[in-house]
Each structure stands twice: as C-alpha cells, then as structure tokens.
C-alpha cells in the first residue's frame, strides 16, 4: 500500500533562517506531488506541484521554493525566513485520478 | 482564481442527529472530494466524486456532485462524537489540483 511522510512534524525557526521540509512516498512510482499550507486550522492553499522528477510548478508567488530531485522525494524550502512563512505544511500525492493523499503535516512557527 | 464557498463555517449539534453541509462555486470541477481533518494532522479523504449528479455514500457519510459540476453536499447520518473535526470539500481540476473549501467545523455534544 502506499505511505506518504513528511518531515520535521514541528519546526521552530528564527526570522531569516533557511528552511527545508521532505517528503517522501512510498508504494507507488512517478506520483503527482503537493505542497500545501493551511493557515489557522482553516482552507488549505496550493503553493506548488509537481508531475515529474525536476518537473516545478508554482501556484502562488511566495518566499519559498521546491523541488523534486527524485521520484518520490518532495522538498519545501527557503532561505530566508518569514513571519508569515508560518503555518501548517502539508504535502500530499496523487496518482492523476484526482484523490490526493495527505501526509501527517509539517508545524512551522517563524519568530 | 476558483474559490468555494463552503457552509456552515462550524455546527454544533447533538449525538445522533444528522449533519448537512455544502460547496459551490462558479466555476467547474471536475471532481469532488469531501476531507475531515482532526487537530494537527493531515486531511484524510472521506468520499470522492466523479461524475455529475453522482451520489455516494460511505457508511454513514453521503454525498453528491451537483449536476451543474459548481457544487456538491456531504450529509453524515446518526452523528457521533468521533464526527467531531474540520470538514474540507475540494474541487478538482487538471493535474489533480485541488481548490479547497474553508472549511465546516463540526462539535458533536454526548
């Protein structure tokens, strides 16, 4: 069966700071990927997706960046920290049929 | 961008009554899908929807894609306190792309 996982669970980081999350699927080959956020525990907001290996989409012009450098693999990055960067990190995957599959979320708080 | 209305925005209701929410939007979907999320952990999709005027039902959870594709209902039968999270609807585009609803908060009083 497939599994998604998606690490660090928790992230306290400063202003300014660089910031890199992972996830990783497994049980499946070439999956759509997702890098979502939701703020305050409400609507989850597209930030990017990819269909492929080096394959980056982004939907909303922002202080982060990803990428995809194997099949399976999903990193969320920045190298300067936000306030706002902060929230709940989501990374999810889909096999084209239109489900999506979350992972466990990311918690990241910028001070 | 495609935006969803979705409503009630939180419910509070009683063990073993029945529980209604929905989406719409103006534009087309071409799926839809129905998430509950508990605190601090990821969605997990409860009912996915293909087709126009489809209905569904899982357990005690149905629901419907509008025939008009811009809006679809979850209705959860004889609620439990276990019903209590965050519902999420979401329409689906190409690439699997999903714009998300704001959410309908359940609390479920014994």
């Known amino acids: 069966s497939q599994t998604i996982h998606q690490w660090p669970a928790t992230l306290v980081q400063p202003v300014g700071s660089p910031l890199s999350l992972e996830c990783t699927v497994e049980?499946?080959?070439?999956?759509?990927l997702y890098w979502y956020r939701q703020a305050a525990g409400r609507g989850l907001q597209l930030l990017f997706y990819s269909v492929g290996i080096g394959q980056i989409s982004s939907e909303v012009p922002q202080n982060l960046s990803a990428s995809r450098p194997q099949d399976r693999q999903f990193i969320l990055s920045s190298k300067k920290l936000l306030l706002s960067d902060s929230g709940f990190y989501l990374c999810a995957w889909g096999s084209g049929t239109g489900e999506l599959f979350f992972g466990e979320g990311s918690r990241l708080t910028v001070l | 961008g495609q935006q969803l209305n979705q409503s009630p925005q939180s419910m509070f209701i009683q063990e073993g009554e029945d529980v209604s929410m929905n989406c719409t939007s103006s534009s087309i979907f071409n799926t839809w899908l129905w998430y509950k999320q508990d605190p601090g952990e990821g969605p997990v999709l409860l009912i996915a929807l293909y087709k126009a005027g489809e209905l569904t039902s899982n357990g005690r959870l149905t629901a419907q894609f509008g025939i008009t594709r811009k809006d679809s209902f979850l209705n959860i039968s004889a609620s439990i306190p276990s019903d209590v999270g965050i519902y999420f609807c979401a329409g689906g585009t190409s690439y699997g792309k999903l714009t998300f609803g704001q959410g309908t908060i359940l609390t479920v009083h014994p």
């Open positions: 049980g499946t080959s070439n999956p759509n």
